[in-house]
């Protein structure tokens, strides 16, 4: 039999960024990226993922419901007030388990290593935000991060939409409503919840994920009503982030949905993570301040991925910060390798990679003079 606080207590211990339970295996810990067995733990058997499943549902018929019909389950789980988020699904027909622990305290934005343009944006009374990256990228930090530094330095009404709640905010100058998506919980879909949201009078909607037209139309329409809208994407860079968004949509359809976004959209963030020289994870931000020249960009029949890199490249002056820059700037800061720099830009950029490395060495030199 499975032990799953002495789990989930080593984790911590570890300060593990995940647990993953399937069996045939030891429980494993992702600890700065790397998967490591848990220590003294035996291999889990098939009656042990019913029984994990078990731990995790605690009887909840509607959980149960969901995970039986659609075989997944996104839920959270609380343990000596230490937050997981907690993804159920099927392998072989039997559950396994992948659980994200949250810490309890956020980092302060400041530490993030996001550039201020991100924070100063939030002052806007109205229009899109997006915080973007792959899986694992820290969004969900960065984007609560950015939600405590509103809560604590505005006057406002945050609505939040999450599936499931992973930090718990406390309204402190703000007034922060936090709302759980998904079948028993607050409100059934991200759609349902964003259109709720026009009669609810907040001045700040977050939307912890974009997933589909409905949704995205939903947040438009927020944004055109004069509120301001901060989601997430699943995306790797802001031009991926701008194609993925006009892609909802039809052929037929796209010229009007280019319109609005470059008049709503005001500034995507795209980030990765890093392990760095040090051992530590190192943000790797990709941040495209929306300008005139973006929005030309953007209403044209055609979006061009090297026109909007160019058009950040062009636009630092105002606050963006190109991807070639951010690792550029880490490795001349001794954070990541060379080849870790190169392993993150084309072939055809690494010349410019090169040649930005060059400059900021130069222009070290000179401030050290």
């Not at 912890?208 to 995205?216: C, L, P, Q, S, W």
């Amino acid at each position: 039999m499975v032990n799953m606080d002495k789990v989930i207590e080593q984790a911590i211990e570890k300060d593990a960024s995940d647990i993953h339970l399937m069996a045939t295996l030891k429980p494993m810990f992702r600890i700065a990226r790397a998967l490591v067995e848990m220590e003294g733990a035996s291999v889990l058997k098939e009656e042990d993922m019913y029984e994990i499943y078990d731990y995790i549902i605690r009887g909840n018929v509607d959980k149960d419901h969901v995970f039986t019909t659609t075989k997944k389950l996104d839920t959270s789980y609380e343990y000596k007030g230490i937050r997981l988020r907690v993804n159920l699904s099927y392998a072989n027909e039997v559950p396994v388990c992948t659980m994200r622990l949250i810490k309890n305290e956020l980092p302060k934005y400041e530490d993030l290593g996001v550039p201020d343009i991100v924070r100063r944006m939030t002052y806007q009374p109205q229009g899109l935000i997006l915080v973007t990256g792959k899986t694992n990228s820290g969004k969900s930090t960065t984007l609560n991060a950015l939600v405590n530094h509103i809560n604590e330095t505005q006057n406002k009404k945050i609505l939040s939409l999450e599936s499931p709640i992973e930090y718990k905010h406390t309204s402190k100058n703000s007034m922060i409503v936090q709302k759980e998506v998904g079948e028993g919980r607050d409100c059934l879909t991200y759609h349902d919840g964003v259109k709720n949201a026009l009669r609810e009078d907040c001045d700040i909607l977050v939307i912890g994920e974009i997933r589909d037209k409905v949704t995205m139309e939903a947040a438009i329409e927020m944004a055109e009503s004069g509120h301001l809208v901060i989601g997430t994407l699943h995306t790797k860079s802001c031009a991926e982030t701008i194609d993925r968004m006009i892609n909802f949509y039809e052929v037929r359809d796209q010229a009007q949905i280019k319109y609005l976004l470059s008049s709503l959209l005001k500034l995507v963030i795209s980030q990765r993570l890093l392990v760095g020289t040090s051992g530590k994870l190192e943000l790797v931000p990709e941040v495209m301040v929306v300008d005139n020249i973006v929005s030309g960009v953007i209403r044209k029949e055609k979006i061009s991925v090297s026109e909007i890199e160019d058009a950040i490249q062009s636009a630092q002056d105002k606050g963006s910060v190109s991807l070639i820059n951010s690792i550029a700037t880490l490795f001349v800061e001794n954070k990541i390798t060379l080849e870790q720099a190169k392993a993150q830009v084309e072939e055809k950029n690494i010349e410019t990679l090169n040649r930005t490395i060059m400059q900021l060495r130069i222009k070290k030199g000179n401030n050290n003079n």
